[in-house]
C-alpha cells in the first residue's frame, strides 16, 4: 500500500502533513464508534436478560415504566444525551471548513 | 341560513360521535398555508447566487437548529408505522427503536466534519457529485445517482399513502361531507382520494418553488409541530387513562403478558416472534446506519454552515428525538386501552384516530385534534419535500447536466427542476392509486437498502486514502445486492413456499429473508466493508494528487516580498 509520504505531490517540496480536520475527524469518528458499542451491548444485554422470558407477575414498575424497559433503555437513553452534551459542546473541536471550491451552474471539473 | 345551520347540527353531532369536525381541517388548512408561505419565503431567499447550489443546497447555509431538527429522521413511518407497532406489539418495540439513542451522535459525529469539509473542496453539490469529485470518476457518480433513485422512490412513494391518510381522517365525519366513512374493498375511496391530491399539490408546490431552503424551513416548522403534537397527545392521553402502569396492566389482560415482554405480543398466536434478540441486535445497527448513509441526511451535513453547526445539532437532535419517541411509545401502550379493537389492517391510524378521540370532549376539540394531526402531516411534508430535493438534484445535476445537456443555462435546470418535481409527485400518485401496504416495512426495506450501498462507501470516501474506484463500486453494490437479495428471497418464499417462513419480524408479506436471525443489513455491512477493501488493494491506487488535494493540510503559501 502506496502512503502519501512516499509520493510527494511535485518533486523537490517537503512532504505534506495529514489535514487537521481529518485527524479530528478519525479520533472523533472513534470515539462515536465506542460510544455505539457501548450502547447496544447495554440495552441489549440487559432487555435480554431481564425483559424475555418472565412472568407477568413479577412485573414492577419505575415511574410508571416496566422496570426492564426503563433501566434498559430509559435510562441509557438520558445517559446518551448526558454524553452528547459533553461530546458536542466539549469534545468536538471546531476546524475550518475551508472555502466553497467551485458549486456554481456548471458542472465542476473532476476534482482537480 | 338553513345551511349554516345544517353544518353546525352536523358539527355537533361529529363532536359527540369522536369523528373529526369542521375545526379539525380547518386546522390542517392554517399549517398548509404556512408551508406553502415558508415556500415562498425561500423562494426569495435563494434568489442571489447560482439556481444550482441554492435550489439544491441552500447557499451551505443551515445553522444548528435547521440541520439537527430537519434530519429527517422522523417521517411517516414515525406518526404511522411505528405507533402501530406499539400498538400491536407493546413495549418490546421500545427495544425496536431504541437506537436512536446513538442515532444523532452517530449521524453527525462519524461522518459530519469530513463530509461537510470535503464537499466545500471539491466544490460538490449534491452526493453523486461528492463520490464523482473525490475519486474523479463520472461512472461512480452516475452509480450512486441511480442507486439513490431507486431506494428514494420507494421510501417516497410509501409517504404518500400515509400523507392522504391523515388529510383523510380529518375531513368531517358527518352531513354532507361525509368522507370518513368506512369503505368497503374494492369501492372507490373518496377521502383518501381527496387527502391524496391535497397532500401532493401542497407538498409539490412549496418544494418546487423554494427547492432545498423550503424544504428545510418547512421542515423546522413542522418538527415544531411535532413536538408540540406529541407533548400535547401525551397529556391527552394520560388525562384518559390515569396511569402508564394501569393501561399497561389493562392492555395485558386484553391481549397477553408477551404486551409487557420481548419478543412482543403476538395478535396472530401462532407463535410469531416480533423480536427476538437476534433482531433487537440487528436494530442497533438498522437505524444508525440508515441515519448514517441516507442520501438525504448526507446532503443536509454538506450543507451545513461550519463544524459549530454541526456539534450543536449533536445535543440538539439527542434531546428532541427523546422527547418524540418516548412519548409516543407512552401514547401508543395507553391507545391500546382507549381504543382496544382496531383490526390488524387499520393499526396504522392509532394516531389519528386518538387525536380525535382524546379531543372529543374539550372546547374548540377538533381544531386541537387538527392541531395534533399536523405533527403526523407535517412528518409526511418534511420527509417527501426533502426527498423530493434529493430525486430532483439527482436526475436535474447527475444525468441532465452531467450528461445530456452540459451546457444548460440557468434558465433551463429551473424549468427541468421544477418539472421533474412534478413528474415524479405524479407518479407517486400513481403509484398509490392503489394504496402500498406495509408503510412500515416499505421505510426499514429502502432505509437498509440505502445503508447498505452508502455507509461504507461514505466512510472509504472520507477516511481511506487507498479507496479506489472499482473498490468503491464494488462495495456499493455488494452491500445493496445482499439487502435486495434477502428481500427477493423472503418475499418469493412468503409467495411459492420454498421452505418454512420464519416466524419473527413485521407480520407482513414485505418481509426478508433473516440470515441467522439478523437483519440482513448487519450481513450487507460486512460483505460491503470486505469486498471494498479487498477490490481497492487489487487495483491500481488512486492518483496521490487528487488524494493529497482531499487529505493533506494545504501546503504553506510562499513567502512574499515585503516591499
Not at chain 2, 352531513?175 to 383518501?192: I, K, Q, S
Not at chain 2, 400535547?232 to 399497561?248: D, F
Not at chain 2, 407463535?271 to 446506519?289: I, N, Q, R, T, Y
Not at chain 2, 453494490?477 to 417462513?501: D, E, Q
Request: proline share 6%; glycine share 12%; charged share 10%.
Amino acid at each position: 500500500m502506496m502512503s502519501h509520504y512516499e509520493s510527494p505531490p511535485s518533486a523537490g517540496t517537503a512532504p505534506l502533513s495529514e489535514d487537521p480536520l481529518l485527524r479530528s475527524a478519525r479520533r472523533e469518528a472513534l470515539v462515536v464508534g465506542v460510544t455505539w458499542v457501548c450502547a447496544m451491548s447495554w440495552s441489549v444485554g440487559y432487555c435480554a436478560w431481564f425483559g424475555y422470558g418472565r412472568s407477568i407477575d413479577g412485573l414492577t414498575f419505575v415511574w410508571g415504566i416496566p422496570d426492564w424497559v426503563f433501566w434498559g433503555i430509559v435510562a441509557p437513553w438520558l445517559a446518551c444525551i448526558a454524553f452528547s452534551f459533553f461530546f458536542g459542546a466539549r469534545f468536538m473541536g471546531d476546524d475550518d471548513l475551508g472555502r466553497d471550491d467551485g458549486a456554481n451552474d456548471e458542472p465542476s471539473g473532476a476534482g482537480a | 341560513m338553513t345551511g349554516v345551520h345544517g353544518l353546525l347540527l352536523a358539527a355537533a353531532a361529529n363532536s359527540a360521535r369522536g369523528v373529526a369536525d369542521f375545526g379539525t381541517v380547518a386546522a390542517l388548512v392554517l399549517f398548509i398555508l404556512a408551508s406553502m408561505w415558508i415556500g415562498v419565503l425561500a423562494n426569495r431567499a435563494m434568489q442571489s447566487g447560482s439556481f444550482m447550489k441554492g435550489f439544491f443546497l441552500g447557499n451551505r447555509g443551515l445553522g444548528a437548529w435547521a440541520l439537527a431538527l430537519t434530519a429527517t429522521v422522523q417521517s411517516g413511518g414515525t406518526f404511522m408505522g411505528f405507533p402501530s407497532l406499539v400498538y400491536t406489539h407493546g413495549w418490546v418495540v421500545a427495544l425496536w427503536i431504541a437506537s436512536y439513542m446513538v442515532v444523532p451522535i452517530t449521524g453527525f459525529g462519524v461522518l459530519g466534519k469530513r463530509l461537510a469539509q470535503l464537499s466545500r473542496k471539491t466544490g460538490a453539490i449534491t452526493v453523486p457529485d461528492l463520490f464523482r469529485e473525490r475519486f474523479g470518476s463520472p461512472a461512480l457518480g452516475l452509480a450512486a445517482s441511480l442507486c439513490i433513485l431507486f431506494y428514494m422512490s420507494f421510501m417516497m412513494v410509501a409517504q404518500f399513502k400515509a400523507g392522504a391518510v391523515v388529510m383523510k381522517h380529518s375531513w368531517p365525519g358527518a352531513g354532507p361531507l361525509a368522507f370518513t366513512e368506512e369503505v368497503a374493498a374494492g369501492e372507490f375511496d373518496r377521502a383518501y382520494f381527496m387527502g391524496l391530491a391535497i397532500f401532493t399539490i401542497t407538498v409539490v408546490g412549496y418544494t418546487a418553488l423554494g427547492g432545498f431552503l423550503a424544504a428545510v424551513w418547512t421542515d423546522l416548522f413542522q418538527s415544531v409541530m411535532m413536538f408540540v403534537g406529541v407533548l400535547a397527545l401525551l397529556g391527552l392521553v394520560l388525562a384518559q387513562v390515569g396511569s402508564v402502569e394501569e393501561a399497561t396492566r389493562l392492555a395485558t389482560t386484553q391481549t397477553g403478558p408477551g404486551f409487557a415482554f420481548g419478543p412482543g405480543f403476538d395478535p396472530s398466536r401462532a407463535g410469531h416472534e416480533f423480536l427476538p434478540v437476534g433482531l433487537a441486535f440487528s436494530f442497533f445497527f438498522v437505524w444508525v446506519f440508515s441515519g448514517l448513509g441516507s442520501p438525504a441526511g448526507l446532503v443536509r451535513i454538506m450543507a451545513s454552515k461550519s463544524t459549530g453547526t454541526i456539534r450543536r445539532s449533536i445535543y440538539l437532535l439527542s434531546s428532541y428525538n427523546a422527547f418524540i419517541y418516548i412519548p409516543l411509545i407512552v401514547v401508543c401502550i395507553c391507545g391500546r386501552t382507549i381504543i382496544p379493537d382496531l383490526p390488524p389492517g387499520k393499526t396504522d391510524e392509532i394516531i389519528p384516530r386518538l387525536a380525535i378521540a382524546t379531543t372529543r370532549a374539550l372546547p374548540c376539540g377538533s381544531f386541537l385534534a387538527g392541531l395534533i394531526l399536523a405533527a403526523p402531516f407535517g412528518a409526511v411534508m418534511a420527509t417527501v419535500s426533502s426527498f423530493l430535493v434529493v430525486i430532483a438534484s439527482g436526475l436535474v445535476r447527475d444525468v441532465y447536466q452531467r450528461f445530456l445537456n452540459p451546457a444548460a443555462s440557468p434558465d433551463q435546470l429551473r424549468w427541468m427542476s421544477h418539472a421533474v418535481m412534478v413528474v415524479v409527485g405524479l407518479i407517486a400518485v400513481l403509484a398509490n392509486l392503489k394504496p402500498v401496504a406495509y408503510l412500515q416495512a416499505i421505510v426499514v426495506f429502502s432505509g437498509t437498502g440505502s445503508a447498505a450501498t452508502f455507509c461504507v462507501p461514505a466512510l472509504m470516501l472520507a477516511y481511506w486514502r487507498r479507496a479506489t474506484v472499482p473498490g468503491v463500486l464494488a462495495s456499493m453494490f455488494a452491500g445493496g445486492g445482499t439487502v435486495l437479495t434477502c428481500y427477493v428471497v423472503g418475499v418469493s418464499n412468503g409467495l411459492l413456499g420454498w421452505f418454512t417462513r420464519q416466524s419473527i419480524g413485521n407480520l407482513t408479506g414485505f418481509h426478508p429473508y433473516f440470515p441467522g436471525g439478523l437483519d440482513p443489513l448487519v450481513w450487507a455491512l460486512g460483505i460491503s466493508l470486505a469486498a471494498g477493501i479487498v477490490v481497492s488493494l487489487r487495483t491500481t491506487p488512486p492518483d496521490a494528487l487528487l488524494v493529497s488535494r482531499l487529505f493533506d493540510a494545504a501546503p504553506p503559501e510562499p513567502p512574499t516580498d515585503a516591499h
